[in-house]
T-cell receptor
Framework: AAGVIQSPRHLIKEKRETATLKCYPIPRHDTVYWYQQGPGQDPQFLISFYEKMQSDKGSIPDRFSAQQFSDYHSELNMSSLELGDSALYFC?????????????FGPGTRLTVT | QQQVKQSPQSLIVQKGGISIINCAYENTAFDYFPWYQQFPGKGPALLIAIRPDVSEKKEGRFTISFNKSAKQFSLHIMDSQPGDSATYFCAAVEGTSGSRLTFGEGTQLTVNP
């Protein structure tokens, strides 16, 4: 079965640089969620999109922005990177209809800021 | 402030034993409670989930027990296997908030051969 695709899988950036993470949801899934997971921590919700509109917003820094495109893929843009942004970034997708709450996670992008 | 509290932080069991992980919540608006399994460097994988109108759900070796009045739920892994060694997260969803997952702190399970 097709899964959520994230790219790149690994990314190394320097402080103050910009990073773009991409997420391709499971086919026919129209809702995308972004989560950040620090070392040894639980995933923290950042933002979600349904039908290309922002549906919920969590603890996402103002330096970060995201959008969902017409083909339902999503991009997370991170600017003025800080050392504390180093983490695993997961994208998850779900069908808005049934079952509505099941979220399927991608393999993640490991971002390292040096 | 952690909205979903999970215990224990780590758990070691012998092969064939029962692993039990507990979670508690305060927000009565939560209406969906999934469990995720995560291996190092991988994304969380949905294991099993329950809604508050059901007290127990079983899928294979995995069982969720739910106590709505106590606002607690737990995961039982029967006949634990070394391949079950992973980090387990309970989570909760409030449907009206857009379905974001609120996770517990996680339990690192080790099943010894």
């Amino acid at each position: 079965a097709a899964g959520v695709i994230q790219s790149p899988r690994h990314l190394i950036k320097e402080k103050r640089e910009t990073a773009t993470l991409k997420c391709y949801p499971i086919p026919r899934h129209d809702t995308v969620y972004w989560y950040q997971q620090g070392p040894g921590q639980d995933p923290q919700f950042l933002i979600s999109f349904y039908e290309k509109m922002q549906s919920d917003k969590g603890s996402i820094p103002d330096r970060f922005s995201a959008q969902q495109f017409s083909d339902y893929h999503s991009e997370l843009n991170m600017s003025s990177l800080e050392l504390g942004d180093s983490a695993l970034y997961f994208c998850a997708s779900s069908p808005r209809t049934h079952p509505s709450y099941e979220q399927y996670f991608g393999p993640g992008t490991r971002l390292t800021v040096t | 402030q952690q909205q979903v509290k999970q215990s224990p932080q780590s758990l070691i069991v012998q092969k064939g034993g029962i692993s039990i992980i507990n979670c508690a919540y305060e927000n009565t608006a939560f209406d969906y409670f999934p469990w995720y399994q995560q291996f190092p460097g991988k994304g969380p994988a949905l294991l099993i989930a329950i809604r508050p109108d059901v007290s127990e759900k079983k899928e294979g070796r995995f069982t969720i027990s739910f106590n709505k009045s106590a606002k607690q739920f737990s995961l039982h892994i029967m006949d634990s296997q070394p391949g079950d060694s992973a980090t387990y997260f309970c989570a909760a969803v409030e449907g009206t908030s857009g379905s974001r997952l609120t996770f517990g702190e996680g339990t690192q399970l080790t099943v010894n051969p």
